[in-house]
């Protein structure tokens, strides 16, 4: 089944400890994108992948890291995580075939509470 | 800069009524537009994409949406609404010669019996 998987789906943590949200596709996409949802925000792209080993920064990319070692992971790190980094974070994949821009498929979403 | 509005935070409707959602965006450059949908607790999913083309593009669910680049708008519509299209909808757009994907903020759509 083609599909966009995160891990872990709720997370709980401290200010200052470090953690990595996990993000796998199985669809082989080039594209992939971090998001956090928060109420009235909307979703706001912290960083996004056109390819192995090429990032760049979103709208918010402050307080995160990302890294694409290889196509189907693109993990999202919070060194030192602070309050304000409480949200719903989105993992999505996209193919950049010959319509250039296509679906987003999207992970079920984790939810990160810092304390 | 880049940007993306929708005008209402929150529509309520009838069921079997018709329902637009308004999405307006600002560029310079052409433009590919989008709308996701998310329903409760869930992750979002593509209702329709206007690419190129012709204006008016149809998507599942028996929505559509309409792109007016002199008005700089991409509205969804749908004729007839049902209970199950409670869900909040979200407009994206991505500029041509760049690869960010920004989203409106989103519209909440709350059907009433």
């Known amino acids: 089944e083609a599909q966009v998987t995160q891990n872990p789906r709720y997370l709980i943590t401290v200010t200052g400890k470090k953690l990595t949200v996990t993000c796998s596709q199985n669809m082989n996409h080039e594209y992939m994108s971090w998001y956090r949802q928060d109420p009235g925000l909307g979703l706001r792209q912290i960083y996004y992948?056109?390819?192995?080993?090429?990032?760049d920064k979103g709208d918010v990319p402050e307080g995160y890291k990302v890294s694409r070692k290889e196509k189907r992971n693109f993990p999202l790190i919070l060194e030192s995580p602070s309050p304000n980094q409480t949200s719903l974070y989105f993992c999505?994949?996209?193919?950049?075939?010959?319509?250039?821009?296509?679906?987003?498929?999207f992970g079920p979403g984790t939810r990160l509470t810092v304390l | 800069a880049q940007s993306v509005t929708q005008l209402d935070s929150q529509v309520p409707v009838f069921e079997e009524a018709p329902v637009e959602l308004r999405c307006n965006y600002s560029?310079?450059?052409?433009?590919?537009l989008f709308w996701y949908v998310q329903y409760p607790n869930q992750g979002l999913q593509l209702l329709l994409k206007?690419?190129?083309?012709?204006?008016l593009v149809k998507g599942i669910n028996g929505f559509e949406a309409e792109f007016n680049k002199s008005q700089t708008s991409f509205h969804l519509r749908k004729p007839s609404v049902h209970i199950s299209d409670t869900a909040e909808y979200f407009c994206a757009v991505i500029r041509a010669g760049d690869d960010k994907i920004i989203f409106g903020k989103g519209t909440r759509l709350h059907i009433l019996p």
């Open positions: 560029s310079s450059v052409s433009v590919y």
């Open positions: 992948s056109m390819n192995v080993e090429v990032t």
């Open positions: 999505a994949s996209m193919t950049k075939g010959t319509s250039k821009y296509n679906e987003q498929f």
């Open positions: 206007y690419l190129s083309g012709s204006t």
